[in-house]
T-cell receptor, first 117, second 114 residues
Framework: GAVVSQHPSRVICKSGTSVKIECRSL??????MFWYRQFPKQSLMLMAT?????????EQGVEKDKFLINHASLTLSTLTVTSAHPEDSSFYIC?????????????FGPGTRLTVL | AQSVTQLGSHVSVSEGALVLLRCNYS??????LFWYVQYPNQGLQLLLK??????LVKGINGFEAEFKKSETSFHLTKPSAHMSDAAEYFC????????????FGTGTRLKVLA
């Protein structure tokens, strides 16, 4: 149980286009999901907390108009990178806690590799 | 505020040797601590966690970690390294339960030598 999926796993786009990444909790409901960004050989940096039915909470330094987050249902959060540029190329990972399990842990998606040309 | 320090961005061990990956944390509240492993181009997989109770925690793949409050440490160990253990390892601390917000260490890349 407690599986989180991401789609797509890999995307290549041209500079200036927008890219949508989906994060789904497959077998549990998640009122909260987290979006991370990971540069090569670096740690995960929390970008934002996605809240079902309300606005996302962004970490300091993260442009909310650049990285649009929508948590439309209890099993789906989307991250849209708007007007992507090469510096947005990165590995994006989402996670969700299964609050009902009592296990106090997040479950991570497999990640999405974004390459902006 | 919480923070996590992983000493040694790269660790190399011989196959069959002891693995020791260091993690120190700072937290103003009783911490919840985690170790995750990441293989190339993949997400994170939980190795083990400490929330409350026994301070020596056993995880998957033969890994274990001990929570030492006096040393503010949560070092990860494995008695005998296997080639398949080569990966990136992240230590994380969470804020007060209910937020599930993690702070990650910078990671340690483990290399296992034949």
């Amino acid at each position: 149980g407690a599986v989180v999926s991401q789609h797509p796993s890999r995307v290549i786009c041209k500079s200036g286009t927008s890219v949508k990444i989906e994060c789904r909790s497959l077998d549990f409901q998640a009122t909260t999901m987290f979006w991370y960004r990971q540069f090569p050989k670096q740690s995960l940096m929390l970008m934002a907390t996605s809240n079902e039915g309300s606005k996302a909470t962004y970490e300091q330094g993260v442009e909310k108009d650049k990285f649009l987050i929508n948590h439309a249902s209890l099993t789906l959060s989307t991250l849209t990178v708007t007007s992507a540029h090469p510096e947005d190329s990165s590995f994006y990972i989402c996670s969700a806690p299964d609050g009902t399990s009592g296990r106090y842990e997040q479950f991570f998606g497999p990640g999405t590799r974004l390459t902006v040309l | 505020a919480q923070s996590v320090t992983q000493l040694g961005s790269h660790v190399s061990v011989s196959e069959g040797a002891l693995v020791l990956l260091r993690c120190n944390y700072s937290s103003s509240v009783p911490p919840y601590l985690f170790w995750y492993v990441q293989y190339p181009n993949q997400g994170l997989q939980l190795l083990l966690k400490y929330t409350t109770g026994a301070t020596l925690v056993k995880g998957i793949n033969g890994f274990e970690a001990e929570f030492k409050k006096s040393e503010t440490s949560f070092h990860l160990t494995k008695p005998s390294a296997h080639m398949s253990d080569a990966a990136e390892y992240f230590c994380a601390v969470s804020e007060v339960p209910g937020t599930y917000k993690y702070i990650f260490g910078t990671g340690t890349r483990l290399k296992v030598l034949a």
